[in-house]
């Protein structure tokens, strides 16, 4: 694994998202989907949902990563 890059993604509300952003987090896949997602009360759970299923197949880390 040496030499390969470690994806970190968030979910929260936009002024959560907001800081990771400015921090640097921010990054496009080659299908261009986002590593990111800001969650309002309009956002569904099927959005959710994929959001993290997107996210969690790239190389996924921490908690139910099953590393």
């Known amino acids: 694994m040496a030499g390969r ?11 959560t998202v907001t800081g990771f952003l400015l921090g640097g987090i921010g990054e496009l896949d080659k299908h261009r989907r986002p590593n990111f997602l800001v969650v309002e009360k309009e956002t569904s759970l099927a ?21």
């Open 47 to 67: 959005e959710i949902e994929e959001t993290f299923r997107c996210v969690r197949g790239k190389d996924a880390r921490g908690p139910g990563a099953g590393h």
């Open 5 to 15: 890059g470690k994806l970190i993604a968030v979910m929260g509300d936009e002024d």
